[in-house]
Structure formats: C-alpha cells, structure tokens
C-alpha cells in the first residue's frame, strides 16, 4: 500500500474524486463523518457533497460548517439522495459513504489507486463499519466484511476478475454510473 501512494503522489495527472454523503439526521454523527474525509492523504482534489435527505435536524447546517456542498433530496430515501448528490458531482470517481460510518485516512488514496492501476475497473467496495450500529450489526458487519474479503479473493484468483459487493462505501466512475443511469430509487 505504501508503495501504491508514493507512485500517485509522484503523478501529475491524479483524477478528481466527488465524495457523496446521503444524510437523514446524522447531525450526531455526520462531525465524524466528514472528519475522516477532511483528514485524507489524497493529494488531488477532491469535492464533498452531502446531500440532506430531507433531515428534520440540524444535518444542513452541519454539513455546511464543514464546508460541504449542500443538496436536498425531498423524498426520504437514501438511494435517491445517493442519485440527488451524484447529479451535483464534478469529479471523475464518485465515491458514496454514508453519513454514520468513518472512513480510514488512505480511504481516496486506495481508491484512486484501484482506478489507475486497473482502468478497467468500473466499481469497487470496501470494508466498513457503522460506528452507531450496537454489538451484534458490528460483529455482524466485521464477519461480512471478512467473508467479502475471501471471496474478493477467491474470485480474483480463481476467475482472474473483480467482484466487489455494495456495502456502504461504494466508488464508481461518473461515466459508468451515468451509464447505468444512477441508482434505483426503489432501493
């Protein structure tokens, strides 16, 4: 992994990332959130965009102190905010966390990395953790997290190609999620 990061840092053409935040009264917990984001070693640009799910908190105005652009998605689902903040979204990967969840500081770094290395690659996802999730969804996440994991690598191996499930951190171009015309909103 070092050496992947020392190879970007040295590129003078690294991709511009838009991060996505669907929020429905995170206020609590959107802070850590864009903590984590705000404390990335990616040294190219990248956005932060939350998009208020219509929150009847103070989720706005704290995605707004954190300096994130802010959009609104009226209907109360956290696909459509998903699609409503990939809409507002300039860079060229667009990478969805959610609002309850951390992410480690070479986060965008890693992704990026997947990206340039593979420019085949079309999404990618990565272990997580809700950090407001009680005992059992934690072990529950770490255990799925371990068998993606595997099965991540089985796969690679075996099939020599990327099968990556969706969790709650997700990454994908803007071209091929423009392509696959966003999100389902029934989701």
């Known amino acids: ?18 991060v996505v935040i669907p929020a429905y009264n995170e206020e609590e917990y959107l802070p850590l959130c864009l903590q984590s984001i705000r404390r990335q070693d990616y040294p190219g640009e990248y ?44 860079g060229e990967i667009i990478a969805f966390i959610d609002a309850d969840t951390q992410a480690p500081t070479c986060w965008l770094s890693a992704i990026v990395s997947r990206f340039v290395r593979e420019p085949e690659t079309v999404v990618v996802s990565g ?24 099965l991540d690598q089985l796969f690679r191996k075996v099939f020599n190609f990327l099968i990556r499930w969706l969790y709650a951190a997700v990454t994908t171009t803007l071209g091929a999620f423009l392509t696959f015309h966003g999100v389902n909103p029934r989701s």
Do not use: H
Not at 1 to 17: D, F, W, Y
Not at 51 to 56: I, K, T
């Open 1 to 18: 992994m070092e050496v992947m990061r020392a190879q970007m840092v040295n590129s003078k053409e690294l991709p511009s990332v838009s």
């Open 47 to 90: 956005e932060v965009i939350a998009a208020d799910n219509a929150s009847e908190d103070k989720t706005a105005r704290v995605a707004l102190s954190w300096g994130a652009k802010l959009v609104y998605e009226n209907k109360r689902s956290p696909a459509c905010a998903r699609q409503k903040g990939a809409e507002a979204a300039t």
């Open 127 to 150: 272990p997580y953790a809700y950090f407001d999730a009680g005992r059992i969804a934690k072990i529950t996440s770490y255990i799925g997290n371990f068998i993606n994991i595997i």
